[in-house]
């Protein structure tokens, strides 16, 4: 249990506190850490799930996965994305792309790789100029799913949605500049 997590569940006034352990024994830990969160915006992620495992020890109560969801989770060090059980943890690594510098929480297998919306960067690429144009023109708009829609058309649905899904997104991240593109969930 970390300091800073008892004292912050110390100072929370005694209905607050009583809310927190409802919503920790009656909805799981991802729940009340996101509760806590929307209540409180300046904590982190990782703040949040730390004072959620603190009251989790209180009470007695045993931590959900963010993963899997199997119980008997706990938080890791350098995983900031919720408690995760032993088998998850094995197989979870967290890694900054080296296109986009984004963040990429994934399988250890794939640690060190380009995020997804990166590997469709030579599909994009290779799209006629005037269809990057004028999907480019949207996403600059910020039309970015009305986009999506509109280079389906352009190129006659011959893929599957999430391709297109993609290449938009790693249109979003030039806009964006350095990681900061619209980051799809990283295992689509
Ligand atoms: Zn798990
Ligand atoms: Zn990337």
């Known amino acids: 249990m970390t300091d800073h997590a008892t004292a912050y569940l110390d100072a929370l006034p005694r209905e607050r506190y009583e809310e927190v352990c409802a919503n920790l024994r009656d909805e799981g830990s991802t729940f009340a850490s996101t509760k806590l969160r929307i209540a409180d915006p300046d904590l982190s992620r990782r703040q949040g799930y730390e004072i959620v495992e603190a009251l989790s020890e209180r009470l007695g109560v045993v931590s959900n996965c963010s993963k899997c969801h199997g119980s008997v989770a706990r938080l890791r060090d350098g995983y900031g994305y919720g408690p995760l059980c032993d088998d998850c943890a094995a197989r979870t690594a967290v890694w900054e792309c080296p296109g986009c510098g984004?963040?990429?929480?994934?399988?250890?297998?794939?640690?060190?790789?380009?995020?997804?919306?990166?590997?469709?960067?030579?599909?994009?690429?290779?799209?006629?100029?005037?269809?990057?144009?004028?999907?480019?023109a949207m996403v600059d708009a910020g039309r970015g799913v009305l986009s999506i829609y509109r280079l389906m058309e352009l190129d006659g649905?011959?893929?599957?949605?999430?391709?297109y899904m993609r290449m938009v997104s790693y249109r979003m991240s030039l806009r964006d500049g350095l990681g900061r593109g619209w980051r799809l969930s990283v295992e689509l």
């Open 102 to 136: 984004s963040t990429i929480d994934g399988y250890v297998e794939r640690a060190g790789d380009t995020c997804r919306s990166c590997e469709a960067r030579p599909e994009w690429e290779a799209l006629p100029q005037e269809v990057r144009d004028e999907i480019g």
């Open 157 to 163: 649905h011959t893929r599957r949605s999430i391709d």
